[in-house]
């Protein structure tokens, strides 16, 4: 079985930062893509940041320039830094992450929330 397991979010003021940790156990091949999703109340689930075990990363456009995406593939783990938060930013966030012929796997989901 495969678990994630997120920390870091909250309430935080318009301007300010978080950090999200996302932390993968079980079966987990070496090659695989782990990513953040969002979802504001109302609105669909979309993607904020990803980035595969080579290293590479896509973002969102609403989001490129104010956070990254990190990993650290020894400790399957995943990182998003979100600086210059703005209240749009509030939303529930889900680590994913993708297993190449597996499946999908996601969190429990975290909430963040940006005060204007």
């Known amino acids: 079985q495969v678990q994630l397991v997120e920390s870091g979010g909250g309430l935080v003021q318009a301007g300010g930062s978080l950090r999200l940790s996302c932390a993968a156990s079980g079966r987990i091949s070496s090659i695989n893509t782990m990513g953040w999703y969002r979802q504001a109340p109302g609105k669909q689930r979309e993607l904020v940041a990803r980035?595969?075990?080579?290293?590479?990363?896509n973002y969102a456009d609403a989001v490129r320039g104010r956070f990254t995406i990190s990993r650290d593939n020894a400790k399957n783990t995943v990182y998003l830094q979100m600086n210059s938060l703005k209240p749009e930013d509030t939303a529930i966030y889900y680590c994913n992450l993708f297993l190449l012929r597996v499946g999908t796997y996601w969190g429990q989901g975290t909430q963040v929330t940006v005060s204007s």
């Open positions: 980035i595969t075990s080579g290293g590479t990363t």
